[in-house]
């Protein structure tokens, strides 16, 4: 039995102690990923530390934080009472026809609106990837249909959330404040 000494993986300063047979020299380098004569680091492992680098400089110089931010609404909405305060739908203001109702939106995904006696539900859901919150009353009613979308947040505040839809309504805002 005969040993060798080397370096693992080519790298200098991580000595290893091999062990083999010395008809299975050849075999023993090979299952091991050394050469006879070690090589310094090859490109690849260059390439991929490059590739990072430029990816951390890209991401300090551009605001990492426009990247991880979260604009959740969920956290502001699902406390009290809220009331439409602007609806635009075409660059038209269509406010005036939800006036008087208050909006409920709970934890789990209910939404209900009120005015007078009339009580009207519905789902809400909001995706924080894509920074939306999904609005579906259960109505014919067509004041309260004019919520159904997918609205895109704007910003939201313990006291006001604004939305907008440009995709579907151009000009498509809907603001509420809290009560």
Not at 118 to 136: A, D, L, M
């Amino acid at each position: 039995m005969a040993h060798l000494e080397g370096h693992a993986a080519g790298v200098p300063g991580n000595p290893v102690l091999i062990f083999f047979q010395p008809h299975n020299i050849h075999r023993a380098f090979s299952v091991i990923g050394l050469s006879k004569n070690p090589k310094p680091v090859k490109k690849p492992f260059l390439l991929f530390t490059l590739k990072c680098t430029v990816i951390l400089y890209f991401a300090a110089c551009t605001g990492i934080n426009s990247y991880t931010s979260s604009l959740a609404a969920s956290p502001y909405v699902t406390k009290g009472t809220w009331k439409v305060k602007l609806l635009t739908s075409n660059n038209n203001d269509e406010t005036v026809q939800l006036n008087g109702y208050d909006l409920t939106f709970s934890a789990t995904g209910k939404i209900t609106a009120q005015k007078n006696n009339e009580v009207i539900t519905g789902n809400w859901s909001e995706n924080e990837i894509e920074k939306t919150i999904n609005i579906s009353f259960d109505t014919r009613n067509p004041a309260l249909e004019k919520l159904n979308n997918n609205w895109d947040i704007s910003t939201a505040s313990d006291n006001s959330v604004q939305l907008k839809d440009d995709e579907h309504s151009p000009g498509g805002r809907l603001q509420i404040t809290s009560l």
